[in-house]
């Protein structure tokens, strides 16, 4: 098993390709060791000292390390344990919990939310995923869109110009009624 790793725009964040699928469905964010209890994979890879987060798309997994921590110490013992999951034929979640999507929303504006979560299903989430983060929808209200960031878009760096810049023209393109955009904690 070949695993490559690719820079994100997050110095704290590397993403990790083992080539193969990791969430069939969705996304799952482990901010915390504590929050990895529905993944044995997270758990391997929190059990590597200096882990600060992590995260799984598709086909990556995104891991953080703490500000104090050096890529060069940690990144082969995280090579490591993605591979000895992968080998070892657990399930990357336990059962059917930790894929994470949309926030429903129910409400008069049900139409331009579903322009919304388009737009950021078609345009948004491939661009950012190749980053190694997700942006997902969480509510909208008076012309204000609220989107959670995560993987290596939480805590990046260029977050807030992505999402005011980029994201918030997009909509504001497209959907005349959106104003603003906000980012909001998990």
């Known amino acids: 098993m070949f695993i490559q790793t690719e820079s994100t725009p997050n110095p704290a964040t590397l993403k990790f390709l083992p080539g193969q699928t990791v969430m069939s469905a969705g996304t799952a964010d482990f901010p915390s060791a504590e929050a990895a209890g529905t993944s044995p994979l997270a758990g391997r890879i929190f059990g590597v000292e200096g882990v600060a987060g992590v995260f799984f798309g598709p086909d990556f997994v995104t891991v953080t390390k703490t500000e104090d921590t050096d890529w060069a110490h940690i990144k ?25 999507g949309h926030a429903e929303h129910d409400g008069p504006d049900s139409e331009i939310v579903g322009q919304i979560k388009e737009l950021l299903d078609t345009r948004v989430r491939p661009a950012v995923a190749q980053d190694g ?16 960031m995560q993987g290596a878009c939480a805590g990046c760096p260029s977050s807030t110009m992505t999402l005011k810049m980029g994201i918030e023209n997009l909509l504001r393109h497209y959907i005349p009624e959106v104003t603003e955009v906000r980012p909001v904690a998990a």
Do not use: C, K, N, W
Request: hydrophobic share 40%; net charge negative; proline share 5%.
């Open 133 to 148: 983060g997700d942006i997902t929808f969480h509510g909208f209200e008076r012309g204000v869109v609220y989107l959670h």
């Open 76 to 100: 082969p013992a995280i090579l490591g344990a993605i591979m000895e999951h992968f080998q070892s034929g657990q399930p990357v979640m336990e059962g059917d919990s930790g894929a994470v």
